[in-house]
DNA sequence: CTCTCTCTTTACAGGCTGTCAATTAGGACT
DNA sequence: AGTCCTAATTGACAGCCTGTAAAGAGAGAG
């Protein structure tokens, strides 16, 4: 065990370094790629990880501890009302998910391949999904909701209007700022679901 | 050359097999599989596509020559108003992506390994955002914009909102019936748009 | 019959993953 | 000092994949 923290802990070496392989677009790096980049042997990443899909596993366990994943969703509930609950979740994925996306875009590339890595995407987007129906719960308790909208239905719908893939395509696809994504999103919410 | 049509043209049996082993789920197919499945030797593939990237692409036109594309492009131009536009624009997606989807799955697994691949996948972005923008024109032409929103945006909205990844959210993810599909997309654009 | 085109079989080079074994360098502990 | 343990290194191997190459079989056209 020794001392707690500020080690060269070769573990964190190898994150660090495939996180930065990600982010620069490499998204199908090989081990060797990885491993040379961290300053050790392709065996070394064997002793800290399974394989290849735990290595994505931490990957991503190591962004969401680096992102303050807890503190937006605690912004998240303590929003006042519904409606502002909505804004501050397409705020938090405009400010979270520059961070998060090149993590993303390999997992997304290569989840198809692992049965636990296909699952640990699953789980995120069923937590997601968690956090719109919340937000849509409490819209509906409000009495915000448009007539005719279950509140089901407007949960799915902010669902995939936060999704990471749609602001990937206003973002970086089209080229949209945070602050026209912020506006424009949660303006386009607000019409679609509410009285 | 010879005859026009009804040979048992190799490959295009090659391209059936490697369509329903897509449809079936196994994006990540071997070569040696799609062969096998098609009856046919590894090498005869290569006597038919220079790679494995040149298969992909031969795919994604075999199943738009199959799809009756040009005819739904044809009936989105015939619509009456802007509105009845972006209506058939989310229709055609219903009716389409379906058939689509399991090759653009595929595709997506795999664009960022090959340089033609993503480019071919930018192509039918384009394509598609044309398509927006020619209907968000048409909204700005015939004054149904809501204030405060400029055609551009208009266009960036309705192309994302009507794409394949938000339709398999809602459709294979969330589980929608095309009919709830083209009922709450359809009204959602409609609200997020119109005055 | 011969020529040509397609497909088959066999083989090879090179890259990747995952596993194993033998070995070395450093720290910690007595 | 010496000993022991852990982490990392080198080297090697099986198995899968792609892409290239060469040699031969079979069928149809002229």
């Given at each position: 065990m020794s001392s707690e923290a500020g080690k060269p802990d070769t573990r964190h070496r190898i994150l660090e370094a495939a996180l930065e392989l990600m982010r620069r677009?490499?998204?199908?790096?090989s081990l060797v790629q990885i491993a040379r980049h961290a300053g050790v042997s392709r065996q070394a990443v064997y002793l800290h990880f399974a394989d290849r899909a735990a290595l994505f596993l931490a990957l991503v366990r190591h962004v969401d501890a680096q992102r303050d994943l807890a503190g937006a969703l605690k912004r998240l509930d303590e929003a006042p009302t519904g409606v502002a609950a909505l804004q501050a979740a397409v705020d938090m994925q405009a400010d979270l998910n520059p961070g998060l996306y090149p993590i993303a875009a390999a997992m997304d590339a290569v989840r198809r391949q692992d049965e636990a890595l296909e699952q640990a995407w699953q789980d995120r987007l069923a937590n997601r999904l968690r956090g719109a129906r919340a937000i849509a719960d409490r819209l509906a308790a409000e009495g915000?909701?448009?007539?005719?909208?279950?509140p089901d239905t407007a949960a799915d719908l902010i669902w995939t209007m936060i999704s990471l893939r749609m602001w990937e395509d206003l973002?970086?696809?089209?080229?949209?700022t945070a602050e026209r994504y912020r506006e424009h999103v949660g303006e386009a919410l607000r019409r679609a679901l509410l009285a």
């Open positions: 677009g490499a998204a199908g790096a915000a909701l448009r007539q005719g909208l279950a973002v970086v696809g089209r080229g949209w």
